[in-house]
Every structure is written in structure tokens, then in C-alpha cells.
């Protein structure tokens, strides 16, 4: 029985001039409908690489799919062809907030036009009332003087306010499953805090689906019912959020749980950056883990469940209580 | 003196780039295919009394039994109104064409790339009298003012050249200097400033080497176009005078007879054609590679 | 906006200042004897002397300068050694015929080199592509008074049927009254309802049309493939993909506009290669513009008509380029 969102075996590569990089390797990854799963990991480690696959806009030729799947209400959308993705879920049923709204914003379209075409392709409306509508959108990104704010250019506006219209442009989409990359990047910590009241409400009242995308666990576990961690492209962690913050068993998870500001007497008994060398056919964190021995070297470790839904890769994840 | 092994040796990164380049360029079959008429192109020129079964002009040149004939086994092009062999004319043309090209280019390369550097280099009042004058030169529309010059200064090959270097060479000083400009603010130029490098040497030393593969890429787009120049120019009579089988001359006196005599004028065409094609598909390779942005990785 | 707009005229007079001087230089400084290029190689020492008074060649290089400038900006470009009529005259009649070529020239370039860029960049690498860039490459290693040539030879020679040049058929031009009201002769034809000269006119066009038209094509299709190739991976593109916007809005809206700052400057740089292809094209086909002008004025050594028609090209040229960089402007990211 397929989970409403399911990800299976998928790795994704790319090619490069000195071959084959790969960059995705998820064994497992599920989503409810109406739930939210938050995805951590820190930059490089191929959240936004997820979402592109998702939506199926993997720069071609160099990212390609190796293989797996990823079933999207009972179909697998990498079989999908360019058409169906176009016409049938981006945008309609799944949508995305992104990254960098500085290079992701049409710099020679002002944000009203912007915002106006993805309405008017989306939820059908046109003229006025597709106006009255990108105003409403505005307001409830919280982005004042929304009359104004349309006629201006991407560059015209600073960096928070450009978030917020992506934020704008990604829900007046209307889709059922938002995928949000680092949605609340930029902005300062209350506007931050509005925009997950949002995204909780939103989610409450349409039953939207979200995969949201952060890189530092504690406004993950604010939103998010379900938490997965993501290194160098492979899930090595998964469960509830609550129980993945308060026991934590792979070591490079407690080490985004101690970058949580909490206690300053907690000292760092981790690595940031590696202290020996890569571990070619073993564990992807054996480079800058801390406990890690011999057998870490040899294979690779799986998702194995520790504690109920709670899972982890890792051979000595029982003994990691630091 | 030293100043010019400085420069050899400011060159050099850009060279190894280039033959690295050269090796990739081998990858694809048309930049290959192009790289191999361009041999061949530059060894029927070396070579040409050689290759050639007549000679291109002189009295010798002439039979006048043997007037306007088409192609045959004895004259493979067919001969022109003199009777002289439009093989050996277009093969020394040539010769004309590939040296002329050289000549004005590396020139123009000789006197642009320096004002650039300077000007990028230097900034301040250098850098706006030099982008002045550039910006003066440069809006003469393309060949316009090689004709002015060439009609001016008297209707020859060398005048032709001399006109077309005093056209091109804006566009070298422009490239240098938008390069230099650039590079000249990156932390690395900033920090030789700053430990009180003398200019000439930050100009040789950092800006030169970085700035030099978009030259490369114009120089050899260029030689195709400087190619046509100079048969334009002769077409019209401001280039090569006859007798020189320059092959835009060879078209230009084809007027007269090219509707009884199609090889005349199709021969020297197609010389024209195929040599500026395969320039310009170098060229192209050639920025591909260099171009980091459009490299395949 | 204005701001940038004035400063860019400023520009433009000093660059038309520039240009005036070098044209100067090349009149009066560089040729050993200025006032025999001036009147021509028949004239008497009388009239060289004469013409030495005119020119003011014996006073100092400041005060000719001044009185060159001064004939330019009154419109006197001097006059010309074969008609023997002012130059500006001359250039006025032979203008029209050359802009129905610069006309063409530009549409084409508009209307078939873009969308061939467009297009041969959003199918990179596959067969329309390789075709597109096939043709580009080779149009613009073309030598244009070539194409002409074998145009002529194939069609009509060979083929017979296009006309070998000129813009009418003698025939109508004797039986026939030419309507001549903007000068335009297709537009003339077309409005004072005389289709027999109208289809005459569009009938000899072709093939200089089609000579001239060939190399602004393949020149903005390459520029224009590379310029979108850069676009479309840019990160907007992709976010506009994933809003679920129709493909070719994406394409020929979203994309487009971000390339108008290099289509226009690609644009008038084929005008202005188109400018000087005139005088290549104009002089096979017996084209009667400012090409021919020219052409004849260099065989003839008519040195005031070559310096006219350069200092008239060159100021269009930059008239040209002042309008193109103003369009560049529009893109708001210069504004700012």
C-alpha cells in the first residue's frame, strides 16, 4: 500500500567532464498526505538536487537519474515524460519555493507580472479578478504596500521582500504538495515565524503535503511532524521530529542538534570538517565522524530501524549517546 | 629588453591552455575535420610553386591560344580571359590571402592588445582617452573605414592591409580591457597593488595571462573576416591590382565574362567560401573550449 | 533613464566629432595633394589653385578643420567629380533604393535570424540544431558579391527566372510613368495602385534581396543561439518551468526579453554590415542606391562622393547605435 508521496532506491548523478558524480542516494523516504516532512542537511548535500528530481527539472543532459522511483498519488514520475511533468503536475499539483530568490525572480518582469502569470495559468482567473487576487497573495506573505510592490523590478526590492514574493508566487500556484527549499532563509526571525504560521495553516486547511527543506534542525522541528537528514546525498537518519532531536543516534545528527543555540557549556566534541581521509566503499561520513572504526571503512550502512519509525544508517548507532 | 622575455613568459599558462584546448578541439569531428583543412590550406599556400602547374601571372603566365577554356584535365578550373590557369592563380591566391590575414591581424593584435592593458591596467585618464578613441574608431561601420582608408591612401595590397589593421584593432583593445578591468579588481591584483607591485609588472605578470583566451578567440574569428575583408576590397578595386591573383580580384574581373565562363568566378568563390568557413569553425571550437561558461562540464 | 539617455548622447556627439576628425585627416592631412583629389585628375593648376583657396588649405590645419565641420553641419558635403551635382543631392536620390535593401536586410534578421537562434538553442544538440548552426556558420563565411554572382549565374543564367538586375525592366521604365512620391518605389507602386510596376519591382528584388539577407540571418541566429543558450540555464527559467508555465511562454516571453540587450546590439551590428554589403550588392546587380553610388565613385577615384558616402554611412551608423543601446536601456536592470 504506496504512501500518498514515496520515494524508492532513488540515485541521481551527474555527469561531469571526469565522469559520473553521484549525488542522490535514498533508499526510503514517505510523505502523507497533509503532512509535513522536514529534510535537513547543510549545503551540498543535494536537498535542492531532491526537489529538481521531483519535479522532473534536473538540468539535462548533465543530471540524470540512475534509477529508483518516485510515486506521486499512485504514479511514478520518473516515467514521466517533459509534457506530462508540464502539463499535468508542476505548478498544478506540486509546486516549489526556492532557494535564492535573487536568481530565481525574472529580472526583467516586474513581480507583479510575475505573480499575475502564474495566477492566471493556475487558477484560471483573469483581469480584475486575477489583480484582486495577486494582491491577496501579497498580503498574506505579509509584503505591505502591495499596489506599489508590483510594479517594481526584483532588484528594486530587498532581499526579505524578494523571498516573500516567491513564497507568494510558489502558493498562488494552489498545488497539493509544496516542496519549500529553505523557505525562510533570508528573513529575520519573526517575519520567519509568520511565514511557518503560514504554512502550518495553509496546510491544516487545504491538507496540503510539505517537504520542507532547511539546514539547521530547530525550525524543522517546529513545523514538522516527520524529520529526515541528509548527508552527502544519502538519508542517514529518519523519524519523528521529536523523537529524531531528543535521541538522536547517527553522529553527524547530533552534530546539527548541538548547533542548535541551547546551552554554551555543551562543549563540541564533533568534526566539521574532515579528519581523515574519505572512506571509498564505507560509510559517506567516515571522513569527519568521531567514533568511526574499522567496519565503518568496509560497507555501507542502511536505514535500520533503532526505535519504531525511527531509523538510522549506522553501525554503532546504539552505542553514539554523547 | 627583459621586459620582452616577461611577456613570453606571461604567455605561457595561456599556451599550455591553448595546447590543452588544441587536444580537445580533436574531440569533435568538425572542429577536427576544419583543423585539417587548415593544414592543408596553409601547406598549398607554403607550397604553392610547388603544387601549382602554371604560373599565376607574368607573361609567362599568359597563352593566348587557350583563352576562357572550361575545366579540363589540362587546366582544372579552366583558364581566365588571358588564357592563364585559374588552378595555379586561385592556389597562389592562396599564399596572398593566408599571409595578408596573418599579417594584419597579428598586427592589429600588436597594437590593440597593449592600449587595452594599458587602459584596463592603468585606469583613470589613460584608460578614458584610449576607450574614447576606441569608441570613435569603432563606430565606423564594419569595412567602411578600410575603404575610406584604402581609396586615400592609394589602391594596393599593403595600403588594403595597413587600412584593415587601422580598422580592427579597437576590437583587440576593447576585449584587453574589459578583461583587465575585471581582473584588475580581484583579490589577488589587490594584493600585489597593495604591497606596492609597479604597475607594468602587475599589467604583465597578472592581467596579460587571464586576459588573453578571449583574444585568441577573436584573433581567429577574425582571420576569416579579415579574409573577406581584403577580397571585398579588392573587389572593388581598393585591394590587390591586377596581375596579383588575389581572389577577390579574380571575381571582380570575372564580371566581364562569368556568364559564359561560370568557373571564373564560382572557383575563387568557393576558395574564399571554404577557407573562411573552416576559420570560422575554429574560431568557434576554439571559444567553446576556452569559454569556461560553455565548457562541457 | 534621462539621465542615461543624455549622457549617451553626449557620447554619440563626440563620437560623431571623432569620426569628423578622422574623415578630415583622411581628406586634407594624408594625401600628398588635397586639392587635386578635390577637383580631380583633370583639373587645370588654375583650378587646383583655386580649390587650394576654397579648401583654406593654405592656412592652418585648425581653421580648415573649423571650415570642414562647418560645410558638414550646413548639409555640404561637397560635390561630386563624376555628376558634377552636390553630393547631398546625389545621396538623396540614391538613398531609397539602398533602404528597401537595408529594409529587407533588417527583417530578415529580425524575422527569420531570431527564431532560428531561439529555436536551434531550445533543441541544442539536436538535428534542427545542427542544421541551424550549419547554415549560420556558412552564410556568414560567404562572400556577399559572390552569392550575388552565383544567384545571378543559377537563376538567371541557368534558370531564367529572375531578372539580372536593376530595380525595374527597361521595358517599364520607358512605357511606363514611375510613381515618385516618398522616393520608395515599391511603397509608390503599391499606393498609387500600379501593380504591373509594383510586382516588376518585387520580382527584381529577389535575388539582390535575397544576396543581402543571407549574412544578417546566419550573424543574429548564432548570436542569438548563444545569448538564449546562457539564458536558459539560468535559475528562473527553471523556477518558471516549475510554476507550470506553458513551455513557449517560457521561451519567447520569459527568455526573449532577458536577450534584448545583445539582439539589438547584434541587430545594428548587421545593419551595419549590411551598410557596407550594400556597395558590394548594389554594384552586381546595377542596384541604383548609394552602394553603386560608391562603387563607381572608388573606380572613378571620385574622392569627395567615396569621403561623402563614408561620413553619410558613418553618422547613420552611429544615429543607429545611439537608438540601439537606447532600446538596451529598456532593460531594467540598466536603469537602476
Known sequence: MRKYFEIKNLSVGFNTFEGI???????????????????????????????LTILGLLPKPAGMIHSGEIWFDGEDLTKKSEREMANHYRGSRISMIFQDPMSTLNPVFTVGHQITRVIEKQQGLKGEACEKRVLEMLDVVRLSDAQNMIKKYPHELSGGQRQRVIIAIALSCGAEFLIADEPTRNLDVTIQAGILK????????????????????????????????????????????????HNAKHPYTQ????????????????????????????????????LAEDQCTQHV?????????????????????? | MRWFFDFIKTLQPGIRELRMSFYLLNRNRLQRFSLIIIIALVLVAIFAPVIAPYPSH??????PDDKLLAPSAKYLFGTDELGRDLFSRVIYGTRISLQTALIAVGLAMLVGVPLGAIAGGLGGVADEIIMRITDVFLSFPPLLLA???????????????????????????????????????????????????????????????N????????????IGGVILTIASLSFLGLGAQPPTPEWGLLISTSRTYFLNAWWYSTFPGLAIFITVLVFNLIGDGIREVLDPRTRKF | MKKFILRRLLLGIFVLLGVTLITFFLTRVVPSDPAAKWVGPRATPE????????????KPLYIQFQKYLGDLLQGNLGYSLRTRRPIMQDLKENLPATIELVFISTIAAVFIGIPLGVISAKRKNQMVDHISRLFSVGVVSLPTFWVGLILQLIFFRILGIFPLGGQLSTQIKISMDIPNITGFLMFDSLITGNFKIFFNALWHIVLPGITIGLFPVGLVARMTRSALLEILSEDYITAARSYGLNERVVLWSYALKNSIGSTSTVVALSIGYTLVNTFLTEAIFSWPGIGSYIATAVIGLDYPAIMGVTIFSAFSYVLLNLVADIIIAMDPRVRA
Open chain 1, 21 to 51: 558524480r553521484p549525488v542522490l542516494n535514498i533508499e526510503e523516504l514517505a510523505i502523507d498526505r497533509g503532512e509535513t516532512f522536514g529534510l535537513v542537511g547543510e549545503s551540498g548535500a543535494g536537498k535542492t538536487v531532491l526537489a
Open chain 2, 147 to 209: 575603404i575610406a582608408i584604402a581609396a586615400f591612401l592609394g589602391p594596393n595590397l599593403e595600403n588594403a592591409m595597413l587600412s584593415i589593421v587601422i580598422s580592427w584593432w579597437p576590437w583587440y583593445t576593447r576585449i584587453i580591457r574589459g578583461q583587465a578591468v575585471s581582473i584588475r579588481e580581484r583579490q589577488f591584483v589587490r594584493a600585489a597593488r597593495s604591497i606596492g607591485t609597479p604597475v607594468h609588472r602587475i599589467i604583465f605578470n597578472h592581467i596579460l595571462p
Open chain 2, 58 to 63: 607574368a607573361i609567362s603566365a599568359t597563352n
Open chain 3, 47 to 58: 583650378q587646383i589653385a583655386q580649390a587650394t583657396i576654397e579648401l583654406g588649405l593654405d
Open chain 1, 198 to 245: 503560514l504554512i502550518g495553516d495553509l496546510q491544516k486547511e487545504f491538507n496540503i503535503s510539505v517537504l520542507f527543506i532547511a539546514n539547521n534542525m530547530g525550525l524543522v522541528n517546529v513545523v514538522c511532524r516527520n524529520v529526515g537528514v541528509l548527508y552527502k546525498g544519502k538519508m542517514v537518519e529518519k523519524g519523528t521530529s521529536v523523537e529524531v532531536i
Open chain 1, 255 to 290: 552534530t546539527l542538534i548541538s548547533a542548535i543555540p541551547r546551552d554554551k557549556s555543551e562543549k563540541l566534541k564533533f568534526a566539521s570538517v574532515a579528519i581523515k581521509p574519505e572512506a571509498e566503499h564505507g560509510c559517506p561520513y567516515y571522513a569527519r565522524c568521531v
Open chain 1, 301 to 322: 550502512p542502511m536505514l535500520e530501524a533503532v526505535h519504531g519509525d525511527h531509523e538510522v544508517a549506522c553501525f554503532l548507532a546504539d552505542r553514539s549517546n554523547l
Open chain 2, 211 to 222: 586576459a588573453f583566451a578571449p583574444v585568441i578567440v577573436q584573433a581567429s574569428m577574425d
